[in-house]
C-alpha cells in the first residue's frame, strides 16, 4: 500500500505561483505514472499533469504552459510547479500514482485562487 502525502496548497491572487509536492511512502521508480489531479466544487475530478517512469509527461490543455510536472526520485517526491494561476484553477488537488493494477491517491490539497 503506497501512501501519497499532499502539501503546498493555499490561496494565492491571480497570476501568482504555487508549488504543490506529494511525497511517497516509499521509492517512487516503480511507482508509474505519477500525476496530479483536480477537483472542483460541483465538477469531476480531471487529469492535470502526469509523468511516465521514462520522464515523459502530459498535460491538460488548460495547465500547458502554466504548470510543470517534475520528481525528485531520491525524496520519493513529485511536483506541481504552478504558475500564472486563474480562478478556474481554484479545485482540491489529489496527488495518484499507479503500479501494476493498482492506483492510490493522496489526501489533496486545497487551491484557491483569488481575482
Known amino acids: 500500500q503506497v501512501q501519497l502525502v499532499e502539501s503546498g496548497g493555499g490561496l494565492v491572487q491571480a497570476g501568482g505561483s504555487l508549488r504543490l509536492s506529494c511525497v511517497a511512502s516509499?521509492?517512487?521508480?516503480?511507482?508509474?505514472?505519477m500525476g496530479w489531479y483536480r477537483q472542483a466544487p460541483g465538477k469531476q475530478r480531471e487529469l492535470v499533469a502526469a509523468i511516465t517512469s521514462g520522464g515523459m509527461t502530459n498535460y491538460a490543455d488548460s495547465v500547458k504552459g502554466r504548470f510543470t510536472i517534475s520528481t525528485d526520485n531520491a525524496k520519493n517526491t513529485v511536483y506541481l510547479q504552478m504558475n500564472s494561476l486563474k480562478p478556474e484553477d481554484t479545485a482540491v488537488y489529489y496527488c495518484?500514482?499507479?503500479?501494476?493494477?493498482?492506483?492510490?491517491w493522496g489526501q489533496g490539497t486545497q487551491v484557491t485562487v483569488s481575482s
Open positions: 495518484n500514482a499507479r503500479r501494476s493494477l493498482s492506483t492510490y
Open positions: 516509499e521509492s517512487i521508480f516503480s511507482i508509474r505514472p
